[in-house]
């Protein structure tokens, strides 16, 4: 269905809601697409503060209209993603109609959410990296009984993983820039919530929705 983007837009977020209106996750435009052309969800959008419900069919018709009526611009300024015969405005916010799934009570474990948990910069020497140059490390080493879990392990360049091998910081002489802990919030959505066009995220988002997966 979705040709190509031109501009990257296939990279942008779109917000899943459950049948009740909480927040579940964050999935990529490709997979927003895909639940609302099986009816699986809707879309919601906000216009003038306040929120309508569109299915498929009536959301590629208001992208008709409006893209008959701008130049280009949709309402609040949306993106576009471009398909075989015209341009369908990309949601902020869809609404799953069929299950009622939960939101994740703690932010889940794994290399992108550490990384961004520590600003992709090494613990140990703070240089500041993309994921490529980046490992995982695990504070008190996995052979000397440390845990896979968020107080022991950080975000460490390739230099100083090697430097630090199967050693505490300290048996290493090295020191962490600061203690692990567990995120409250996942902190790619709070990078995500920096950008404008996902402030209309934010009624959605409480406490309970802060650790959804972010894709
Ligand atoms: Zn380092």
New binding site residues.
Partial sequence: MVEADGNGVLHSSVLVLNRSYVAVRVVNVRRAFVMLYRDAAEVIHIDDGSYANYDFGSWCELSIFAGANGNGHGPDDMDWIRTVNFRILIPRIIRLLRFDHLPRQQVRLNRRNVFARDSHC??????DLPPSQLSFDHVTPRSRGGATEWENVVT??L???SRKGDRTPQEAGMELRRRPLRPAHNPLLNIKLGNPRYHVWRPFLSQSGAAIDVV
Avoid: A, D, F
Wanted: some cysteine; proline content about 0%; aromatic content about 10%.
């Fill in positions: 090494c613990q140990y020497c703070g240089k460490c360049c230099i100083c993983n």
